[in-house]
């Protein structure tokens, strides 16, 4: 029995008072040079001075990608002020913070029905709290725990909850409300939890394969005495079964020895993955499986099973990330799903899959800021290219910036700050480059320099060539058209033509109006009139006309329109 989970290897960290925040710091660094994916930051023993999260906050500021796995016991912190700290947590490590909860002593003792239900009814509250998602204050009522109106708390990602135990009581539990079981290593327990697990589960119309399983273990290199020791081929023997037959997707080292925990970071996980992917099926760990919560808010209408697996992000309507991106800088909105894009082909799959709805509307968004509110919708599709925010400067000579279509024009500001170069572009730094330069773009250098889009060559200039091809052989005259408007906009050389034509085309947009009424022989004072700007932004303009098509006269520039030689 296989749950699909990707593996992961952590480390447990001890737990005794004399390891102080500066080993336990220490040790967190090795665990992230070593490769292991996350620590356990143990909830402590009795006496220890050593709170959870203020240790997992030392450990954060000296770590840049290790998970870290928070234990905590609610029956000594009340479940409303765990669920802030570790929602602070999460948004200081920018997600990656987990949770992972033990019953109190008494109920580890007993099993009793109470502690199990108590312990329900904390993880209630801090999803309760964690909830941003339904707007107003987090309310819960129950025999244990109660809220009457509590300021909500988001983390910055949907943090895991794990439950650790192996009372009956509390595998129902996790069936019904954990992201992940842990336990330890024994094969009949896990036998005999995960059949416990999964029809709690199923019982609650959960799919047993959105929680994962954890064990936790101990060992050793060197002589062979028993599970876990010897070489890291009897490791990897010993780990093999529970993975592959037992669906442990989780793999935590409990040990205070640094030789162990680095061979087992080198050897022995690489070596396990490697065992596993050849064992299970190709793509055994690929499928994409969403938590019953997200699925129970989707919207009628999209193939929420068919979105591309290349995208960088997809936000559904259950995801904590969706209170965040559903609305726009000025309206409100609840779309369907919400594709974020990184890169260029990204797009294209982001398209293809809103292609495959004709009857669900589709909004693209930049930055989000227009005030019509086209860059959100109610139950449709949303398209974000706000990840697409690189600013590269690619020549000096000639100013040539590459901007990505989600970058926002403060952060084009600060980037070009350096050169001493300005681009005419919005009145306020949040507003994306996306909307405003595809848009005309009108901001404070306008009368000047013209608008943002007299400054574009986009990189859909390939793609329009194509597209005006492809239009041509389908005989579709209204989108040629239109493909040839935009080809025009953005300064791309036709395919074919003369080599006074494409001169010309490497024009901006406003220097080509320029230059065809200066072809006309008007004057700089009418060209102004026509084109509302000053006579001295057309003699700039014309200034560049010359320069770049190599002449020097006005003569010489109505020969070039004309097609003819200049004298």
């Known amino acids: 029995m296989n749950y699909g989970h990707a593996l992961r290897f952590g480390l447990h960290l001890p737990s005794d008072a004399d390891c102080g925040p500066g080993r336990l ?29 203020t240790v997992a906050a030392w450990i954060a500021a000296a770590t840049v990608s290790l998970g870290l796995v928070l234990e905590a016991r609610p029956d000594t912190l009340h ?51 964690w909830n941003v998602l339904d707007r107003g204050l987090g309310r819960f009522t129950g025999r244990f725990h109660r809220l009457a109106g ?18 009956q009581d509390l595998l129902r539990l996790v069936g019904l409300r954990a992201d992940e079981w842990s336990t330890g290593c024994d094969a009949a327990t896990l036998t005999q939890g995960n059949r416990a697990v999964d029809e709690a589960a199923r019982g609650a119309g959960r799919d047993p394969r959105e929680i994962r399983r954890r064990v936790t273990i101990r060992g050793g290199f060197g002589r062979r005495t028993g599970r876990f020791t010897g070489t890291a081929a009897d490791w990897v023997n010993d780990l093999l079964p529970l993975v592959v037959e037992h669906g442990v997707g989780t793999i935590v080292l409990d040990t205070e020895e640094r030789d162990v925990a680095a061979g087992f970071a080198s050897e022995v996980a690489p070596a396990l993955r490697a065992a596993v992917d050849a064992v299970l099926p190709r793509g055994w760990s690929d499928a994409r499986v969403r938590r019953s919560a997200v699925r129970a808010r989707r919207r009628p209408g999209i193939d929420y099973e068919g979105v591309p697996p290349e995208m960088a992000e997809v936000i559904e309507p259950g995801d904590p990330a969706y209170a965040r991106l559903r609305s726009g800088y000025l309206r409100g909105g609840a779309p369907g799903i919400i594709l974020r894009a990184a890169t260029n082909e990204q797009v294209i799959q982001a398209l293809a899959f809103a292609r495959r709805h004709p009857g669900v509307a589709l909004s693209r968004r930049s930055a989000g800021h227009g005030v019509s509110g086209r860059s959100t919708n109610d139950g ?22 590459r901007i990505g279509p989600g970058a926002r024009w403060a952060e084009v500001a600060a980037a070009l700050e350096p050169y001493g170069w300005a681009l005419s572009s919005g009145d306020y730094g949040g507003v994306g480059v996306g909307g405003l330069a595809t848009a005309g773009g009108i901001g404070y250098l306008a009368r000047g320099h013209g608008l943002t889009i007299d400054r574009l060559r986009a990189d859909a200039r390939v793609g329009i060539g194509a597209a005006l091809e492809a239009f041509d052989r389908l005989g579709a005259g209204p989108l040629r058209q239109r493909a040839q408007r935009v080809q025009d906009l953005t300064g791309e050389p036709g395919r074919r033509g003369s080599s006074d034509t494409r001169a010309m085309n490497r024009l901006t947009a406003q220097e080509q109006r320029v230059a065809q009424l200066a072809a006309e022989q008007l004057t700089n004072r009418e060209i102004g009139v026509q ?35 200049p004298p």
């Open 531 to 565: 084109l509302r700007i000053s006579h001295r932004t057309v003699g700039h303009h014309l200034g560049n006309v010359f320069a770049k098509l190599g002449i020097n006269t006005r003569t010489e520039l109505s020969h070039l329109h004309a097609g003819r030689e």
């Open 25 to 53: 710091a220490e040790l967190a660094g090795l665990a992230e040079q070593w490769g292991l994916d996350l620590l356990v930051v143990p909830a402590g023993t009795a006496g220890d001075d050593l709170e959870p999260s």
């Open 150 to 167: 509590a300021e909500k708390a988001a983390p910055a990602h949907d943090v895991p909850i794990t439950v650790h135990g192996q009372d």
């Open 79 to 129: 479940p409303a002020m765990l669920a802030r700290a570790v929602a602070g947590l999460d948004r200081l490590t920018e997600g990656r913070v987990e949770l992972a909860l033990r019953a109190g002593p008494s109920a580890a003792a007993s099993g009793t029905a109470d502690s199990v239900a108590a312990l329900g009814e904390a993880i209630a509250v801090v999803r309760e709290l």
């Open 380 to 401: 449709r599709i949303v398209i974000d290219v706000s990840l697409m925010n690189a600013i590269e400067v690619l020549d000096r000579k000639t100013r040539r910036v």
